[in-house]
């Protein structure tokens, strides 16, 4: 721990205090009225590094290329019966996907919904409906039992809150898999579910003399898409 703490680094932990929400070095220096971010920076890591090695219910968390102020795991449980919910649009929007793709990587919801899945995640962190567990460099999001009792569902198995929210919210289902195709003849790849198509038929298989197979194409990764058909997990930085 520092012997001596500077009143900068103080002036950091107010205005994180105060923002609830993660902040960039940016953000701080622009919040603090300084020109050069450097001795923000500074205090940030000397911020982190005494609240480490302090006993506290409190922990500085980086998420992404920001820093929060916020309760450790440990103690999210406690203040549940007095933490409001209260929701934006974009915060019920990360829940239902996270809900839905449920266990998901923190990563892949930065491809659905952007930057601002860090903030929405630490957010519904503290209202106790998402509980992260570190995977490699991201966070593993799943709902906790809180998320199922709010919504009233019966179930906390991520199956059954699927069901809920094809049925209640109007979230379209998954599509069924296609039917695997008869030999030499390729597939078609089945939709995601955010075109809500019905998968294709497989090819009729042409009349005549039988005919040379063709070659069946490498199917490619693609980037994610909004509804979470993701492939692969980008390192975060």
Known sequence: MPSRIDDLVFQVEAVLFASGKPLSVKELTTALGRDDYRPVQRAVRTLEQTYAH??????VRRVGDRYALQLTEKYVPTVQSVTPVEMAPRTLKALTLIAYHQPVLQSHLVRMIGDVAYEEVQHLRGLGLVHTEPKGSTLELSTTRRFAEYFGIASTQPEEIRRFLEQKLGVPPRPPEAPAAP?????????????GSAPQPPLEAPEGPAADSPEEPTPS????????????EPAEE
Do not use: H, K
């Open 183 to 195: 030999p030499a003849i390729t597939p078609t790849e089945a939709p995601s579910p955010a075109e």
């Open 54 to 59: 302090r006993q506290s219910a409190l922990e």
């Open 221 to 232: 990764v693609g980037p994610s898409n909004p509804s979470g058909a993701i492939d692969g």
